[in-house]
């Protein structure tokens, strides 16, 4: 059988955590980086790395590939598209399957009620609306391009998420009545992604979000308790010190649903809910 490619733009926390396992599948693994000695670092790790911006696909894409989109669109818009755009189209042909990383600020605050992919798209950020003209780009490439949309909630794994926040020295529960919060382990998205290679089904969007959204603070707790650390102190999120950013995620309130991963590409989460997430964290730290 012959060798497959996966080509990823952009090689963050989730992107990483689904080349190294393919690559132990034997997949070869290429992608961009930013800086010279990014490129260098990956290339002695046997990932094929080219620095971007890229001149041409055309010269990276030898064959067939399966290609993974997660740089975030800026305020000009999605940038793989701005430079690539003629090419993704005169080159469709090589494109196996193609996954963008997007995030559930597409659907904005709900006041605590429930999304799912059917659910209209109502950004409450201009990061979210950024993210949904993406998404509409990317789509609109399909069938011609297998497309698919991933919508990511807050991602947490091995050496990002609550076990490190309330490690800090400045940690604190945030607490605003009602607010509840999704999350995704990076293997469980590994694993969606995984899913629809097998099951490809061009111009779709799937949520990837773990079973239990709740409220933030009920995570950092759980997280303490593991680590038999004190629980952080309360605040306020009125009078809380925050960046933009962080301020920026609770003006969304909602319930993500999962049921379309299960249902269309047969997913069982590996971590249904932050408790066996952050315990298998923890013990991975040992």
Avoid at 132 to 148: F, G, R, S, T
Avoid at 187 to 197: F, L, N
Wanted: proline share 7%.
């Amino acid at each position: 059988m012959a060798e497959k490619t996966l080509f990823c733009f952009g090689y963050g926390f989730s992107a990483r955590c689904l080349a190294e396992r393919l690559q132990g599948k034997g997949w070869r693994i290429t992608t961009t980086a930013r800086a010279p000695e990014k490129v260098a670092a990956l290339r002695a790790k046997g990932i094929d790395a080219h620095l971007w911006p890229l001149p041409s696909l055309a010269e990276v894409w030898e064959g067939p590939v399966h290609v993974l989109v997660s740089a975030a669109p800026d305020k000009d818009g999605d940038p793989i598209l701005a430079q690539h755009r003629a090419e993704f189209i005169a080159l469709a042909d090589r494109i196996e399957w193609l996954g963008y990383l997007s995030t559930t600020a597409v659907y904005g605050d709900r006041d605590g009620g429930e999304v799912d992919e059917t659910s209209d798209l109502r950004p409450a950020s201009a990061r979210g609306a950024r993210r949904v003209e993406a998404e509409k780009e990317w789509l609109a490439l399909a069938p011609a391009i297998p497309a698919h949309v991933f919508r990511l909630a807050g991602i947490y794994g091995p050496g990002r998420g609550p076990l490190e926040k309330v490690r800090a020295p400045d940690a604190k529960r945030v607490i605003k009545a009602g607010q509840v919060f999704g999350r995704t382990h990076i293997e469980d998205i590994a694993t969606v992604c995984e899913a629809s290679m097998a099951r490809p089904n061009p111009g779709s969007a799937y949520n990837v979000t773990d079973d239990l959204t709740c409220p933030p603070q009920e995570v950092l707790e759980y997280a303490a308790d593991l680590l038999g650390i004190p629980h952080p102190p309360e605040v306020d999120f009125e009078t809380a010190e925050m960046s933009a950013m962080a301020r920026s995620f609770y003006g969304e309130n909602k319930r993500v649903l999962n049921d379309k991963i299960k249902s269309e590409l047969g997913v069982t989460l590996r971590y249904p809910t932050y408790r066996e997430g952050l315990k298998a964290d923890l013990d991975s730290q040992s």
